[in-house]
T-cell receptor, first 111, second 114 residues
Framework: GEDVEQSLFLSVREGDSSVINCTYT??????LYWYKQEPGAGLQLLTY?????DMKQDQRLTVLLNKKDKHLSLRIADTQTGDSAIYFC???????????FGSGTRLQVQP | DTAVSQTPKYLVTQMGNDKSIKCEQN?????MYWYKQDSKKFLKIMFS???????INETVPNRFSPKSPDKAHLNLHINSLELGDSAVYFC?????????????FGQGTRLTVV
C-alpha cells in the first residue's frame, strides 16, 4: 500500500534555509504535493510537482524530486517566522483518486 | 467568500450521540472529500464523491455515513459516537478526479467526544 514518511520536527533560525524531506513508496505516484497547515487552520496547497520533473521553483520554494529514490524535498529560502507551520507531503497515484499524506513536519522558525 | 466551508467549527458531544457535520463548496467543483486528522496530525481519506456518486469509501466504521444531496454539498453523519472519533474532520473539493487536480480544504471541524 501507499506510505509517505516525513521527519516530525525541524527548527531553523529566521533568514536561514529550511529543507523538509519526504519519502514515499508508491512507484505509481504521479503528482507529489506540499501542503501547509497553520495552527487551527485548514490545509493550503503550496506547490506540487509532476513525477516526470526533477525540480520546480516558485519564488522562495524549491521542490526537488528524486524518483529513483522516491525522495521529495521542499526548500524554503530566507525562512520567516510566518513560515512556522506543519508541512505535509502528499502523493496521488493514477489508481487512487485521493491524496495520501505524510505525518507532517512541524517547522519552527526562531527569531 | 469562503470556497469550502464546514459547520460547525467545533463540536463537543457525549458518547453515544448522533451528530452531523456539513460541508459546502462554491467553486463549482465536481469532487468532494472527507479527511480525518487524528491527535498526532495524521491525515487520512475517508470518503470521496464525484457528482454525488460515492467513489472512495475507506475502511471506515458503518457509523459514518456521508450524504451528497448535490455536488456542492457533502455532509457527514456519525451515529453512536465513540471516544476514538475525536479528531479534526476536513472537507475538501477539487475540480474533478484528475490526478493533478488541486484540492481545496475547509477550515476543519474539531469533534470532541466526551
Amino acid at each position: 500500500g501507499e506510505d509517505v514518511e516525513q521527519s516530525l520536527f525541524l527548527s531553523v533560525r529566521e533568514g536561514d534555509s529550511s529543507v523538509i524531506n519526504c519519502t514515499y513508496t508508491d512507484s505509481s505516484s504521479t503528482y507529489l504535493y506540499w501542503y501547509k497547515q497553520e495552527p487551527g487552520a485548514g490545509l493550503q496547497l503550496l506547490t506540487y510537482i509532476f513525477s516526470n520533473m526533477d525540480m520546480k521553483q516558485d519564488q522562495r520554494l524549491t521542490v526537488l524530486l528524486n524518483k529513483k529514490d522516491k525522495h521529495l524535498s521542499l526548500r524554503i529560502a530566507d525562512t520567516q517566522t510566518g513560515d512556522s507551520a506543519i508541512y505535509f507531503c502528499a502523493e496521488m497515484s493514477t489508481g487512487r483518486r485521493a491524496l495520501t499524506f505524510g505525518s507532517g513536519t512541524r517547522l519552527q522558525v526562531q527569531p | 467568500d469562503t470556497a469550502v466551508s464546514q459547520t460547525p467549527k467545533y463540536l463537543v458531544t457525549q458518547m453515544g450521540n448522533d451528530k452531523s457535520i456539513k460541508c459546502e463548496q462554491n467553486l463549482g467543483h465536481d469532487t468532494m472529500y472527507w479527511y480525518k486528522q487524528d491527535s498526532k496530525k495524521f491525515l487520512k481519506i475517508m470518503f470521496s464523491y464525484n457528482n454525488k456518486e460515492l467513489i472512495i469509501n475507506e475502511t471506515v466504521p458503518n457509523r459514518f455515513s456521508p450524504k451528497s444531496p448535490d455536488k456542492a454539498h457533502l455532509n457527514l453523519h456519525i451515529n453512536s459516537l465513540e471516544l476514538g472519533d475525536s479528531a479534526v474532520y476536513f472537507c475538501a473539493s477539487s475540480q474533478d478526479m484528475g490526478v493533478g487536480t488541486e484540492a481545496f480544504f475547509g477550515q476543519g471541524t474539531r469533534l470532541t467526544v466526551v
